[in-house]
Every structure is written in C-alpha cells, then in structure tokens.
C-alpha cells in the first residue's frame, strides 16, 4: 500500500494547476525573487507498478495453475508468490469483460452489453462508454502514471475503427499514451493487422523468420518498461498486456503443439475428469465439489466417429501449445521486470481468461472458422480435416476446436463462453501478485468478485480517490469493490454479496450465495436456430455455499427463493441497463435495423494511394451482388506486376493485381480453392484504366459468377468463380490500395514485396454497374468523390 504524505487533491482531473502566491519581483535577480520548483506529476508516495495480464478466452480448467493439462509455468510462478482467486468472474464474453475491467462499472452501464460489432442504440448496447465513466487507465494517467497497452483492443465503436478516425475511444484517447496492438475480436498471429498508436503498421518478421504476433508485442511490452524505467525511474507504470491468445484463430509453431503429442487422445470426457482430480488436489474447488455433467448438446467422447478422432486430438494439442505458448512470454516480461528490479514492487492482476474457453469452433472443430461462420460447415467433412490435420495451428490454418474440448476447459462447470448464467462462462481463474505489499504467499482466496472489481482495487493500492469530476464532467460513482481486505484476510466475509450476469438472454443473479440462473441460447447454433421466449426460459437455482459447481438445481425445492432471486435480478437489470433483454441475430449485424452508424453507405467508393488497414465496415460490401473495380494506372516500361487492391487473405478474399505485365484477378474461396482470370495481353506503357466486372448469378447467398477484364474499355479476359463467401472474408484482414498486407489473397505472389510497380491514381468500386462503356468518365469522377463524403 502507499505511504508518506500527498499534498495534491486528486478528487477533479486533471489536477487544477495552483499559480504561486507570493511576492512578484520586477527584475529575477532580486533577492526576494522566489518561486517554488516545478515537480512532475507523480502518484502519491508508495504507489505501485501495475500489469494487468489478461489471457483471452480461457476456460478455468485450462491452466495448470488451477488444475488444468496446460503447462503454465509462469501462472504457477505468481501463484507461488502471490494469491489465486477461484471465485472470480467476468462477463462470459470479450468486449463486455474489458469494459468492464478497464472501467471498474458494469459491462451494460458502459454499454457494452455484447460485442462491438452487433451495437445497438439502446444504452446498455451502444458501445459508447459514457464520459461520466472514466477508464482507469485515464485516472492513472491523470494522477502521475505512465499507461501502456500492448495487444487486443475490441472496445472501439466499429464505425470508428477506420484510419479517418475519430480517435478518441482508441487506447491512445481513453488514458493510454501507448498502444501497440490490434483492434477487433481476433488476429492472425502471423499476420496481425497491427496499430502503433492509431496508425497502422506491418510486422518487422515473416512467419517463415519466425514472427508470432505474442512475441512481438512482449518485445514491445519489454522496451516500453525497459525505456520507462531507464528514463523516469521515479514513475511507476500501468502496463496492459492482452494478447490475442487464446482466441481464435488457435496459430502457433508445431513445436509447441508437438509437446502434448498423445496426451489428450482419450478424449475430452477423459480429460474432464483428469483436471476434476487436480484441481482437488490443488485446492482450487472444494473437495466435496461435483463434477456436473457435459450436456446432451455436447457429444460424448466415446460416440464420436472414430476416424474423426485423430483430428480432434491434435485440435486440442494446438490449443494446449497455444496456451504453453503465451505463458512462456508472460514469464519473459516477468523476467524482464525482475531484471529491471521492479517486479516485487509491481501489483500484478492475472486473469487467465476474459470469458469461459471458446464454444464458437462447431461440433467437430474446423480448420477455417470462417467456413462455419458463413454456413458452409458441410465443407469440412471428416476425410477434409484429416487432409490437413498437419497443418493445424500453421500459416495456412486459421483453425478452432470442438466444442467438447471447450467444456473441458471449463471444467469442473457447466457451459461455456457465452453463457453468462454459469459458471462455466464467467468464473477465471485468477492471480495476483505484490511481495511488497501482501504478506501471504502461495495461498488461496475464495471471496467471491467480480471483473469490474480490479479498477478500485488498483486505485486503493495507488492511494488515490475515486474522482468526483474528469475533463469537466462530473463523475457516476465505481461500481466495483476493492479487492485489498482480501490480500491478507483469508477468512474475510465477501464484500460483494450481489452480482448479475447476463449475455445474449443468457442470464442469472448471484446473492450471498445463491444463484438463480438460466441458460437462454447456446454458443455454437450460430444460424437456423428459434430461440425461445424470455418469459418461457427454464430458470436454475443453486446454493454455491454448500454446492461449489452449480450441480444441484433446487429450483422446484424452493420456488419462493427463485422468485425473490427473479425479482432480484429485474431490480440489477434496470439499474445498470440491461433492459431491454436482446437476444436477435441476423437484426443486429445489420446496422440500420440496430440503430448504429454506418460508415460507408451507396454504391459506390471512391480509393487512394496509401490507403489500407481497411477492415470489412470500412468498405462497400461487394458480396452477393454485381460489382466491378476499376483503377487508373500509370504502366511503367519494364513490366507491370503488384497488386491494385486486394481484401482478405489467405483464408478467403479476392485481389486485383498485375503479373508478368497481365491483369488477373483471383478470387480465393475459403483457402480451399482459388479462381483466377487473367488478361490475353500486357498492360501497354503509360495512363490507363483498368477494370474487373463480375457478374452475379443471382438466386441466392454464395452463388458464384462471370468475371470479365477490361483495360481502356476493351475486354482482355474472361471466366467464371464457381461460388464466393456470402457474410464474411475474415475477422481481422483488411483491404488494401497498391499491396496486399497481411497474409496474401493469391498464391501469385508472396505476403511481402507485392506492391503495384506502377503508380495508382485512384481505385473506384461500384456496386450493380450495367454500364457498357467499362470506363468512366473524368467528369463522373469527382462526383463520386464527393458522393462519399
């Protein structure tokens, strides 16, 4: 804890400057000339370093720190020296958990009641975090701390994550004054679409030299404390370290997954009851905790196709590699803050999960989640995946487990991700760490806490107040509670006694124990499923005093306490705006009927040179429908080649390029197959337009089309896509002018060293054109500049 005195008052940020008083000199030579020193900001005396490290979709009884088959030396290191929670909770879901966590206030009071991308305009749905809620990070920051973020960023509002901004939901302008990571839900761990700042940069390595985005930013989390200390060794830090592991895609070397050979081929029902006995042993669950039983939605182990079983195990040692992988560079950045000889004084938060491990991968798995996210999972049949069961975790994967391996992970609960009414989707393991100011080392707390807990608890260890006022506007009141009786108080009673839960219509209450649940929807039925009335969901009651797993449903024992706990969590919802409940699907992803802003609206846009780092919202959408692109080049004389625009990557997308002189077009169905059309001649020297139709077949989603190549309006090429992906080319790759970033659209050419040779003046696309000129006119053009504005 803090010590010594603070003079400053830190209830209004920023801190009011206070002019000098005093005596006012005519020349600076008088003796009676004084002014007090000019003192940098500093937190109050005693405050700590802080890293909060938060691991992304894992389940409780993933790590070995908590019983789990993965190897996590450097979680069990803290745990050593520190405290493990195992009765801490998130919000069963990636962006609403964050918000939570960085704002100390309810997911759906900062609304973010689900992901960013399906918003709403209702408040506890909109993803705009109100000003009278600031981040933690903005407080620290305020109060004297340098803030660093290295990682995943899914709060941003996803009609502001283009490069035109605005800024101000970003990292950089909600109290971080470094950020160096991702903005979305997931990457490409060998090709991330990474941000430094606000701006978007391309990785320093290929795969093939080795590059994974884990290691990059835990080099760039190493400098950035390594600098800090160097430079300012008198301030202390607030360091953000969130990678995208382990989420989806599951990418990491083979070597890794390789460690776990043979070790999960019994099955996941198994490994169930493997981890159950450790984390008994280990004291983590009660020894007279049950292990629920996996749900008739999940198969069993035993009546899974045998030749499908291969390919589920080594689904489950790219995982575990995964997961031994991102713990192996946490125990760096442990190593580099020993060495820094700070670590014993750095407060450190290990969440080893931001939800329940991830039922989003199908019954089976699959080698390319955007498959199933399109509706094509009939593409991976059993003779698919064991085709590619060595590249599993590889550059050309972009890989999921089934669904059975994700409830293990969450062993000893029911469900998973998602299902914010159990266990199974909310409760993370969890660490902390300070020898300087916790005396208990190596024991366990079982106080019952919740994710928006950590932002007073890091304020109480600062010393500092929960601030009335920031930036002028006055402040709601931190809806968390600090966590720091518990850090030597074993036996403490709980200081929170109620928390709700609720994601998708998946909801519950817990109240001095109890909890009344129930399960409205289920993870993997992504599209074709009828949900059931909210009023018709079948609730569960439990009382986790004397039944630590939710095993023992007493909701027809005691029917008069369920009804109270019901009423309980309508009082919870109303204040902290989870009202109205919205469980939609196909509504929410379209932006009009969700009542979200759309950034890119008509049919046609207008790009430029320089422009990328484009995600899907920040293009027209030229899925299921006519469209062509067309480009004014300059030819250079020795031969054309490179890219004029490409969206997506190797797991799915199309490019518009030059080879060996020749236009061609690739349309790249999934990684799975590639169709190509390509010029019967070269691109003469000198100004030209060059331009792709392709028509639509129509009747349908996914139907494919004729493509035709055009250069100055005459026709050069033609041929035809069989099929094309209906909803989505990719979660992270973007849409570039002049290059291909990321992992490449074309096996034509490789991921770097692909830029246009020639010079772009612009790139038009257009949805539905019928024109039969195939060119258009200089006059048109800047008419359908502005039509953008």
């Known amino acids: 804890m803090h010590n010594g005195t603070d003079e400053l008052q830190r209830e209004i940020l920023p801190i009011p400057d206070v002019p000098p008083v005093g005596l006012t000199t005519y020349d600076a030579k008088d003796p009676d000339t004084t002014f007090p020193p000019i003192r940098p900001l500093r937190p109050p005396p005693g405050a700590p370093n802080i890293l909060i490290a938060l691991i992304d979709d894992v389940g409780f009884g993933a790590s070995s720190a908590f019983g789990g088959p993965v190897n996590t030396p450097a979680a069990e290191r803290l745990a050593a020296g520190g405290l493990k929670y195992t009765r801490f909770h998130t919000t069963a879901l990636c962006s609403p958990s964050r918000a939570a966590l960085l704002s100390g206030r309810n997911h759906h009071s900062v609304g973010m009641g689900a992901i960013t991308e399906i918003a709403t305009s209702a408040p506890g749905y909109n993803s705009l975090r109100p000003n009278t809620k600031a981040t933690i990070q903005q407080i620290l920051c305020l109060n004297g701390y340098a803030t660093a973020q290295f990682g995943k960023c899914h709060e941003v509002p996803v009609w502001e994550t283009s490069p035109a901004g605005p800024f101000d939901r970003w990292p950089t302008g909600t109290g971080f004054e470094h950020f160096y990571g991702f903005v979305g839900g997931e990457t490409n761990q060998y090709f991330p679409a990474i941000y430094q700042g606000t701006v978007g940069i391309e990785p320093s390595r290929t795969p093939e030299e080795g590059y994974h985005f884990t290691d990059d930013m835990t080099d760039k989390a190493i400098s950035w404390a390594r600098q800090q200390k160097a430079l300012q060794p008198d301030r202390p830090f607030f360091m953000y370290w969130a990678p995208g592991a382990t989420h989806a895609p599951h990418q990491v070397a083979k070597n890794w997954s390789d460690e776990y050979k043979g070790k999960f081929d019994d099955g996941w029902d198994a490994l169930r009851e493997r981890t159950f006995a450790r984390q008994k042993e280990l004291g983590v669950i009660p020894g007279d905790a049950v292990l629920t039983p996996r749900h008739a939605e999940i198969p069993a182990w035993d009546e899974t196709d045998d030749a499908l079983k291969p390919v589920l195990a080594r689904e489950m040692e790219v995982y575990a590699g995964f997961l031994h992988h991102v713990d192996h560079h946490l125990g760096r950045l442990l190593d580099s803050l020993d060495e820094l000889g700070c670590l014993d004084d750095t407060l450190i938060y290990l969440i080893i999960g931001d939800n329940g491990a991830s039922a989003e991968g199908t019954l089976q798995g699959t080698f390319n989640e955007m498959i199933n996210f399109n509706g094509f999972g009939q593409f991976e049949s059993a003779e698919f995946l064991r085709e590619r069961i060595d590249q599993f975790g590889g550059i050309e994967a972009y890989n999921h487990y089934a669904v059975g391996w994700a409830h293990a992970m969450c062993t000893p609960y029911q469900w998973t991700k998602q299902i914010a009414s159990h266990f199974g989707g909310t409760r993370n393991g969890t660490i902390i760490h300070w020898p300087n100011g916790i005396s208990s080392k190596g024991e366990t707390r079982q106080q019952f806490h919740h994710v928006i807990d950590v932002a007073p608890t890091l304020l109480d260890v600062a010393g500092l107040p929960q601030p009335r006022e920031v930036d002028g506007v006055t402040q709601a009141p931190i809806e968390g509670v600090s966590m720091v009786y518990s850090f030597d108080g074993a036996n403490s009673p709980d200081r929170r006694e109620t928390q709700y839960f609720e994601m998708f219509g998946n909801r519950g209450i817990y109240h001095k124990g109890w909890t009344a649940i129930t399960k409205h929807r289920t993870p993997w039925e992504l ?263």
Not at 665 to 672: A, E, I, K, Q, R
């Open 527 to 789: 599209t074709g499923h009828d949900t059931v009335a909210f009023d018709d969901d079948v609730w569960e009651l439990y009382d986790t005093a004397t039944d630590w797993t939710q095993a023992h449903d007493l909701a027809r024992e005691q029917p008069r306490r369920l009804h109270e706990l019901q009423r309980l969590f309508l009082i919870e919802a109303t204040k902290y705006n989870v009202l109205p409940l919205d469980d939609r699907g196909t509504e929410r992803f379209n932006a009009d009927l969700a009542g979200r802003p759309t950034l890119i609206r008509g049919k046609r846009q207008v790009l430029f040179p320089g422009m990328g780092h484009l995600n899907e919202s920040c293009v027209v959408n030229l899925k299921n429908k006519s469209h062509s692109v067309t480009a004014e080049v300059e030819a250079p004389s020795n031969g054309t080649a490179g890219v004029l625009l490409a969206q997506g990557g190797i797991g799915g997308g199309w490019s518009f390029y030059a080879k060996e002189g020749k236009l061609k077009y690739c349309y790249n169905l999934f990684g799975l197959r590639q169709f190509f059309v390509e010029s019967d001649r070269v691109i003469p020297e000198g100004k030209h337009q060059v331009r792709m139709e392709f028509a639509y077949e129509g009747g349908g989603l996914a139907k494919g089309g004729d493509v035709s190549l055009y250069v100055d309006g005459e026709r050069v090429g033609r041929g035809h896509v069989d099929a094309t992906e209906p909803l989505v080319f990719s979660a992270d790759e973007t849409t570039d002018v002049g290059k291909d970033t990321g992992s490449q659209v074309s096996p034509d050419y490789g991921p770097r060293g692909n830029g246009f040779t020639g010079a772009i003046n612009w790139v038009e696309i257009e949805l539905g054109s019928e024109s039969n000129e195939h060119l258009i006119p200089p006059e048109q053009l800047a008419h359908l500049m502005m039509a953008r504005q």
